[in-house]
């Protein structure tokens, strides 16, 4: 996959709309989970460097970062489950093209839904360890019960 050379413009274009809105939502939210994360990890390190945490947690701002990154474990699994969605789509496009073509087997069809599996896949891997990164720091940090 990564020795194909790919031309970003014809595969955009051989998305289906649907797809190709599903992607720019996905960078958009691959944006947002970037800087909520870089921002959790900056509020963890002052906290620790003004000495701030302490035994309760009922106002914690700790409470409140393990909050964010909760609901944004959920934003990943939804996109998860509409990737899932999407790449059915995808597919089905793909064996339509192929049964209806006057080609014999036109196999080219495929790499769009290949492609727009293995971005997506690898745009979900990199949400989940940067989540796993700051959700195993802030555990770090919460006091123990």
Not at 61 to 76: A, F, T, V, Y
Not at 84 to 91: Q, T
Request: charged share 15%; proline share 1%; hydrophobic share 50%.
């Amino acid at each position: 996959m990564l020795r194909v050379d790919w031309d970003l413009r014809s595969f955009w274009n051989g998305l289906t709309h649907a797809s190709g809105y599903y992607i720019f939502c996905l960078l958009l939210v691959a944006g947002y989970t970037i800087y909520f994360f870089a921002k959790t990890l900056y509020r963890l390190h002052c906290l620790k460097r003004s000495h701030q945490l302490n035994g309760t947690l009922a106002n914690s701002p700790l409470l409140s970062m393990s909050r964010g990154i909760e609901n944004l474990r959920q934003l990943h699994l939804l996109f998860l489950l509409l990737f899932a969605l999407f790449f059915a789509n995808e597919n089905f496009v793909a064996f339509r093209a192929v049964a209806y073509s006057d080609v014999h087997c036109d196999v080219a069809r495929f790499d769009f839904s290949t492609g727009f599996a293995y971005f997506v896949s690898a745009v979900l891997t990199v949400l989940h360890i940067l989540q796993w990164i700051a959700s195993a720091r802030l555990r770090r940090s919460l006091p123990s019960t």
